[in-house]
């Protein structure tokens, strides 16, 4: 038996998953970071190395993306 599949996509299909994982991925973004800041001090403990410096740095970084992204919206609106 045969599968048949669309030939083509549509575009608001793609487009509705889209926005949808990015808007899952954006509600994401805290628990992510404090997944990766916990996850670096607890490998700086163990002494893993570059391992806990990329862990924490990560963290570090999605702070600063939330950060400024609400500090952008703030700005925006006044």
């Known amino acids: 038996m045969k599968l048949r599949l669309p030939k083509r996509h549509s575009a608001a299909n ?16 805290p628990t992510l970071r404090t997944f990766f800041i916990v996850t670096g001090v607890i490998a700086a403990a163990a002494r893993t190395g570059i391992f806990s410096d990329f862990m924490f740095a990560t963290g570090l970084l999605l ?12 700005k925006r609106t006044r």
Do not use: N, P, Y
């Open 14 to 29: 793609m487009e509705a998953l889209l926005v949808h994982f990015s808007t899952s991925l954006d509600r994401s973004l």
């Open 63 to 74: 702070q600063f993306a939330i950060w400024f992204e609400h500090w952008w919206m703030q």
